[in-house]
Nanobody, 127 residues
Framework: QVQLVESGGGSVQAGGSLRLSCAAS????????MGWFRQAPGKEREGVAA????????YYADSVKGRFTISQDNAKNKVYLQMNSLKPEDTAMYYC????????????????????WGQGTQVTVSS
């Protein structure tokens, strides 16, 4: 079993930046694929970015391309989400997810593809 703990959320004005972190522990061999998701009140959970630790391949939702960057530190079992040029519509609870095997490309942003989830960290962007 994998435990995921997110941190780094907070409140920021539009145009600002935040860096989210996700620390993995437990059976970390099940974290070859990791992703960041978000869920705003009344909306479905959506994929933001995903990364494959084997080759560092990344995939992003169109809404965050050019603004968000996913990265990881395999030695520390951590994955990060650098969020720049934040917009009010980025306001949501952000979740880290992990799984041992996830199909690459668009499917890596599908919530059902991941079996391990963190508790989330809130990001609020004010205009």
């Amino acid at each position: 079993q994998v435990q995921l703990v997110e941190s780094g959320g907070g409140s920021v004005q539009a145009g600002g930046s935040l860096r989210l972190s996700c620390a993995a522990s437990g059976y970390t061999y099940n974290t070859a694929y990791m992703g960041w998701f978000r869920q705003a009140p009344g909306k479905e959970r959506e994929g933001v970015a995903a990364i494959y630790s084997g080759g560092g391949m990344t995939y992003y939702a169109d809404s965050v391309k050019g603004r968000f960057t996913i990265s990881q530190d395999n030695a520390k079992n951590k994955v990060y989400l650098q969020m720049n040029s934040l917009k009010p519509e980025d306001t949501a609870m952000y979740y880290c997810a992990a799984d041992r095997l996830v199909a690459p490309g668009p499917r890596s942003l599908e919530p059902w593809a991941y079996r391990s989830w963190g508790q989330g960290t809130q990001v609020t962007v004010s205009s």
